[in-house]
Structure formats: C-alpha cells, structure tokens
C-alpha cells in the first residue's frame, strides 16, 4: 500500500528567506510524485511533478522538488519566499502499477511573513 | 477549454436529507476522483472512476455513499442520510492516464461546500 507523510503541518518562513517543505512516501512499486498548490479561498493547482528522468524537478512560482528513491523522499524548496507563496502545500504519489489512485498528504500551510 | 465544473457550489441542507453533488470531468479525461478535504484536514481519497467503471471504493467512508459515472463523462456523488459530519468541501479532479498505468496531473473543479445543519 502506498502512503505519503508530510512532516510539518504548518512552516511559517519570513519573507525572502529559503524553505523546504518536506515529505516523504512509502510504495513497494515505482511512482509519480506531485506538489499540489492551494492558495486561500482557490482551487488546487499543479506545482510541480516528478514522472521520470532528472530527479531535480522545477516547477511555476520557483519552486524545485529532488526525487530521493533511496531516501523515498521528495521534498519542496524555494531559495526565496515570497508573501504571495502563503498556501496549504499538497504531495501526492501515484504509482505505475496501482490502478489510478493517487495518495495525498495531509498537507502543509506555508505562512510567510514580512 | 473549460476546466473541471461541479455543481452546485454550496449546499446547506438539513440532518436526514440526501444530497446530489455533480461534477464535469475535462473532455477526454478517462480517469475522475472524488475527495474531501474537512475543514484545516488534508485530501481524503472517495473513491476515483476509469471509465465508467469504479475499481477502487475503498474510500467511501460508509454504504450512505455512492457515486456514479456515466458515459465516460460526468460524475455524481450521492450522500443519503447526511449527517453533521459529512460537512466538508468535496473536490473533483479529472486526469489522463498514462500508457504504462499511473495517472498523470489531476485537474480539480472549485468543489462543492456541503453543509449539514
């Protein structure tokens, strides 16, 4: 069974300073990994995703994700915040073999502050 | 091309009561999710369609729940009985699949705000 564990509920970051947004996944099979974006009071959106080739992943707004399968990690960053990057951040796996069901994270609430 | 729509977007509607929440996947998109996400909770898996067919309702959290697809297209998720915890945005997204299996982006609608009094 496939799970995904976001380990910070909430990371409040001051703006202009670096993040990382961490999370992790267990599959017994190979995966697709994505970052799912929810800015307040809108719909979720695609950040970034990781289906095959470089490990290193970047995506809209600056953010970048490294596909670790030894450490079946795929963890978020940004090496400047802005105010504008406050949201609920989402990582979700889905995997080749297990039918189309896609695991989410309880998610993590970024929150920059000026 | 338009996105995922649900229907309506807010429903209030009283203990006891069903409830008929809609949704229109992106044309062409053969696979289509239902969650809900509770207030500060994360995404919680319903169940998802390929095609017309459910092959996982492992996420239905009681037989109150059901959903259907037909033609391949639009979605509804019944909720019969609704009880003050089914309160919650419910969220539907539509994706492609890959050749090789696994899904590729999820495309949500806006949701539908369900509330129990």
């Known amino acids: 069974a496939q799970s995904v564990t976001q380990l910070d509920s909430q990371v409040p970051v001051f703006e202009e300073a670096p993040v990382e947004l961490r999370c992790n996944y267990s599959s017994s099979v190979s995966v697709y990994l994505f970052w799912y974006v929810q800015y307040p009071n809108q719909g979720l959106q695609l950040l970034l995703k990781y289906l095959s080739g470089s490990t290193l992943v970047k995506g809209i707004n600056g953010f970048e994700a490294e596909f670790n399968k030894s450490q079946t990690s795929f963890h978020l960053r940004k090496p400047s915040v802005h105010i504008s990057d406050t949201a609920e951040y989402f990582c979700a796996v889905s995997s080749y073999t297990g039918g189309f069901k896609t695991i989410f994270g309880a998610g993590t609430r970024l929150f920059v502050k000026a | 091309g338009a996105g995922v729509s649900q229907s309506p977007s807010n429903k209030v509607t009283e203990k006891g009561k069903d409830v008929e929440l809609r949704c229109d996947p992106i044309s062409g998109h053969t696979a289509l999710y239902w969650y809900r996400q509770s207030l500060g909770q994360g995404l919680e898996f319903l169940i998802y369609f390929q095609g017309n067919s459910a092959p996982d309702k492992s996420g239905l959290p009681s037989d109150r729940f059901s959903a259907e697809r037909t033609g391949g297209s639009v979605s509804t998720l019944t909720i019969q009985r609704t009880q003050q915890e089914d309160s919650a945005v419910y969220l539907c997204?539509?994706?492609?699949?890959?050749?090789?299996?696994?899904?590729?982006?999820?495309?949500f609608g806006p949701g539908t705000r369900l509330t129990v009094l």
């Open positions: 997204a539509s994706s492609l699949v890959r050749s090789g299996g696994g899904t590729d982006t999820q495309y």
